[in-house]
Every structure is written in structure tokens, then in C-alpha cells.
């Protein structure tokens, strides 16, 4: 099993228009870091491929209130996993968020794998605090 959490990424939008924005999964498109190609997204679920990497398929299954969006693995992958969305409120219009992601995969796939997929949670972060950037 590899798990990685995220540091927490200050967001300059309140928890609720955060939460609103992931809730959409098409709007994951928009934080998608440039190595991602192959987008299509319909209703609460998404594929894409991670250039040189693997074909991705994921899906929203449970939204917890203005505060998580937790989605799965769907599909064709490498390996299943979760990847789930912590949101906070810092006040009424600045929130931070965090990515807690587990993926069940042996001890050779997770050596390779640990470092890019920690990346690709930093690069998603990032990418939603550019989107809200004021």
C-alpha cells in the first residue's frame, strides 16, 4: 500500500466555492498538470492518461459537505486507489486543502511510483490555488 498526504495549500477562496468547484469533476481538467492528455469527463467520472505513465480512470463517490470529495479508481488502472480532497476553512474567503491518496500496489510498483504520484498531488494542489488565485 502506498499513502501520501499532502502538505495543506492555502486557497483564496472560501471552503464552500472550493468544495463547489471539485464537486464538478470535468473541472479537474483545469488543475490538470501538462503531462495529462487524453481528457474526457461525464457526469462524476473521468479518464485521462499521465504522458509516459498510465491510462487513469476515477470517479466522485461520496461528497461530504463543503469539506471532502472522495473519489476512487474506475476503469482500466494500474492499480486501485483513493484519492481524496480535505477542504478547511481559514475564514470567510480562504480555505486550505490537502490530498490523501492510497494506492494498493506492490513494493516494486510503489518504488517506482511514490515520487510522481506525490508530484501529481503537489502539481493538483497547486493548480487549484492558481485557479483561485485573486
Known sequence: MLTIKTNKKPIEAS??????FLS??????QLMPEQVIN??????ECTFTIKGMADIGMKIT???SDS???????GK?????TLNVHI????NDASEAAINFDGDMNAFLKMMA?????NFCNLLLEGLAKHFKK
Open 68 to 74: 471532502v470529495i472522495k473519489m476512487t479508481s474506475h
Open 39 to 44: 481528457w474526457k469527463s461525464d457526469g462524476d
Open 88 to 91: 478547511d476553512a481559514v475564514s
Open 24 to 29: 464538478v469533476i470535468s473541472n479537474l481538467q
Open 77 to 81: 488502472v494500474p492499480f486501485p486507489f
Open 114 to 118: 511514490e515520487k510522481p504520484l506525490t
Open 15 to 20: 471552503q464552500t466555492e472550493v468544495f463547489s
Open 62 to 64: 461520496e461528497r461530504i
